[in-house]
């Protein structure tokens, strides 16, 4: 198990589930992703901004003021961000985790 291999920035569930959504979509509106992952509007600016900061989304903002929309597209970068750290995810679950040193924990019995 390899922690390293993890993306501290997508990692956080908000996060993630963010990028899960526009993995599988050409774009998403401010109003779907909060209306999914249940965020305020604060939260999910928020989360956005770091995704965005990172490189990893870009936001596309239309019009000024009541009435406006943004709309956010996962970049290249995110994309390869997102599917490695989905890979490390991956085969961290089905990586065999039984101990490597004896006695040091002992491994459930299956029911």
């Known amino acids: 198990m390899n922690l390293g291999d993890l993306d501290p920035v997508i990692h956080a569930p908000k996060r993630l589930i963010a990028m899960a959504v526009l993995a599988n979509t050409e774009y998403a509106t401010f109003q779907f992703l909060k209306e999914q992952l249940g965020l305020t509007d604060s939260d999910l600016s928020r989360q956005m901004s770091v995704l965005e900061s990172a490189g990893y989304v870009k936001a596309h903002k239309r019009g000024r003021g009541p009435g406006s929309a943004t709309t ?4 290249r970068q995110g994309g390869r961000a997102y599917r490695a ?3 490390a995810l991956y085969a961290m679950l089905a990586e065999d985790v039984a101990p490597r040193a004896s006695g040091s924990v002992r491994p459930v019995e299956p029911q």
Do not use: G, K, L, N
């Not at 956010?72 to 970049?75: A, D, F, I, L, Q």
């Open 72 to 75: 956010y597209t996962m970049t």
């Open 85 to 87: 750290h989905r890979a």
